[in-house]
């Protein structure tokens, strides 16, 4: 198959530029599922202002539930140095997301992102391949830096897309064809 074509496949990388540009076309899929029915379950992410600080922290949203928990709040070092500052013990908390979305059977789950943990093995990355696995539908957010390790993991046999709202769309019709 080839990597760019967004054909019926349960799993699919929605690939992004880091640090440039808006991923909401995540957040408005979902949130259209959402309203038409479907049981989206997963993992978004929000930036949110840390307050007196001009700095943001990123927080994950479970989708299901809307409950968040701080994935990095950075220090001024840190944020001076643009340096990373992931809570991993916040991962355990988003890892009970996901595999409570995997025993629900949820019909879509949606992961914002592939990160650099997941990318060397670590983070989300076994939870992530223990849910396509299971034959449940992912959607994945994964940067442009980190698409080889996607790739190198999944055996590029997923779906590999633009990041636009429509080719998800796109994507879950395909899927939604292709099970009936």
């Not at 299901?64 to 990095?72: E, I, P, Y």
């Not at 914002?112 to 992530?128: N, P, T, V």
């Not at 996607?150 to 633009?162: C, D, M, P, Q």
């Amino acid at each position: 198959m080839s990597k760019n074509t967004p054909a019926a496949t349960s799993f699919a990388a929605a690939v992004y530029a880091p640090k440039k540009g808006s991923r909401t076309a995540l957040h408005l899929f979902v949130d259209q599922l959402k309203e038409n029915g479907v049981r989206v379950a997963g993992i978004l992410q929000q930036k949110v202002p840390v307050p007196e600080t001009g700095m943001t922290e990123v927080v994950a949203v479970d989708i299901q539930t809307g409950l968040t928990c701080s994935l990095n709040r950075p220090t001024r070092e840190s944020w001076k140095n643009r340096e990373c500052s992931l809570d991993r013990a916040a991962l355990t908390e988003t890892t009970a997301i996901l595999r409570r979305a995997v025993s629900e059977r949820a019909e879509l789950i949606v992961v914002e992102k592939f990160g650099d943990e997941e990318a060397h093995g670590g983070g989300l990355s076994g939870d992530i391949m223990e849910g396509i696995a299971a034959g449940i539908p992912f959607l994945v957010a994964v940067p442009q830096t980190n698409l080889e390790p996607w790739n190198a993991r999944t055996g590029e046999i997923g779906a590999i897309l633009k990041f636009e709202e429509a080719a998800f769309h796109h994507w879950w019709n395909l899927w939604l064809v292709e099970q009936k």
